[in-house]
């Protein structure tokens, strides 16, 4: 049986490395964007995760008439309230990079120390067809911010964010430690019964 072919509804580099490791060993075939020749960049104006995921995996099926998986995700700091939340990757405005939107975070804790620095990391996945939402997961994992960056792996907010158990950033931990404890390794996780399902089918 060939294998299910399923698009990555994401134009990340990074996010595109992660979860070809994290889908690893499934009976599908990931593909990008650019091998199926197309290039959209679809708004996330939901309220939530789940609804800027879902908005993402159903716009890149109907485009290009494959499943297609979509992730949404970010960092809540609970000492501000869950900010950066669902704004996590525009908090420093539309051109700015990694590293300002760190900043930001580490400013807005200049003075907190110990429990004031909890924060989690949650991913919504969602698996679309050109008919809507077909599978959908959601993995989260607890830590705490870091007083500087630390590191050079991962990306996004991995260099400031130590999970509970670690006394390692993201940014200094291996990609398979990361992958195999991360908020996206456990959605993906999640939802591998979902593509192995479709997978199977004839």
Request: charged fraction near 25%.
């Amino acid at each position: 049986m060939l294998p299910t072919t399923v698009l990555l509804a994401s134009n990340n580099r990074h996010k595109l490395a992660e979860m070809s490791k994290l889908l690893a060993g499934l009976p599908i075939k990931l593909v990008t964007p650019a091998e199926v020749g197309i290039s959209i960049d679809v708004p996330e104006t939901g309220a939530t995760y789940l609804e800027n995921a879902r908005l993402k995996a159903e716009a890149f099926a109907r485009r290009s008439g494959l499943l297609s998986l979509a992730d949404d995700s970010g960092l809540e700091v609970k000492a501000l309230g869950g900010w950066p939340g669902v704004h996590s990757a525009r908090i420093a405005g539309p051109n700015s990079n990694d590293a300002q939107r760190r900043e930001l975070v580490l400013d807005r804790l200049l003075g907190k120390g110990g429990s004031e620095r909890k924060a989690r990391f949650v991913s919504e996945v969602v698996l679309a067809n050109s008919r809507g939402v077909v599978g959908q997961s959601r993995g989260s994992i607890e830590g705490t911010i870091a007083l500087a960056p630390r590191g050079e792996g991962g990306f996004g907010y991995d260099p400031i964010f130590i999970p509970n158990g670690y006394d390692r950033t993201f940014g200094e931990l291996s990609p398979s430690v990361k992958n195999a404890i991360s908020h996206r390794a456990r959605a993906i996780a999640a939802l591998r019964p979902v593509l192995e399902h479709l997978s199977n089918k004839p």
